[in-house]
Antibody
């Protein structure tokens, strides 16, 4: 079945770095755009970043631009999020999600989502 | 940026009730809207895409409608498994989520 499994979360000090991974299985990973979405404790969902199916385009939310880098390795069916210069406000559960776009359209909805990995930024 | 506003933020209802959640976009998004259900400690689950298309496997008591700037998610007869938080998401111009609507037991 289609599955996404995140890993790499943990407790990190402000200003430090962390890399998240998302292992995909059950579908042709190289055919889909992939996203990171985060959810701060008790808060709503915030879109973080997207990478095109072939890695040719990457876009970021203003809140992480210049600090976070999304990447993928289609040979390993794995999505990454490199997070640098972490701040307390980056504390959240980070989800990876596959984008599904209707034929003839550019942007789409998310399905499925991984189970999430918790990142806590604290001294 | 397109802003998405859901109402109400919290909704108290009983099993069997008809429940309606509204999502408004700050500008027209055509029908490029999805709805998700999230339970505590779990990932969001897709319910509806393209405003009114029901995802495979989702019970038919869930339905979506609307276009342009105003959308609704309706649960025709609330079941115990439906108590959760619901989010709308626009994908007309990048991606934005509403702030969520928590459906709780009355």
């Amino acid at each position: 079945q289609v599955q996404l499994v995140e890993s790499g979360g943990g407790v990190v000090q402000p200003g430090r770095s962390l890399r998240l991974s998302c292992a995909a299985s059950g579908f042709t990973f190289s055919s889909y755009g992939m996203h990171w979405v985060r959810q701060a404790p008790g808060k709503g969902l915030e879109w973080v970043a997207v990478i095109w199916y072939d890695g040719s385009n990457k876009y970021y939310a203003d809140s992480v631009k210049g600090r976070f880098t999304i990447s993928r390795d289609n040979s390993k069916n794995t999505l990454y999020l490199q997070m640098n210069s972490l701040r307390a406000e980056d504390t959240a559960v980070y989800y990876c999600a596959r984008e599904i776009a209707a034929a003839g359209t550019t942007l789409g909805w998310f399905d499925p989502w991984g189970q999430g990995t918790l990142v806590t930024v604290s001294s | 940026d397109i802003q998405m506003t859901q109402s109400p933020s919290t909704l108290s209802a009983s099993v069997g009730d008809r429940v309606t959640i509204t999502c408004r976009a700050s500008q027209s998004i055509s029908s490029w809207l999805a709805w998700y259900q999230q339970k505590p400690g779990k990932a969001p689950k897709l319910l509806i895409y393209k405003a009114s298309s029901l995802e495979s496997g989702v019970p038919s008591r869930f339905s979506g409608s609307g276009s342009g700037t105003e959308f609704t998610l309706t649960i025709s007869s609330l079941q115990p498994d439906d108590f959760a938080t619901y989010y709308c998401q626009q994908y007309n111009s990048w991606w934005t989520f509403g702030q969520g609507t928590k459906v709780e037991i009355k």
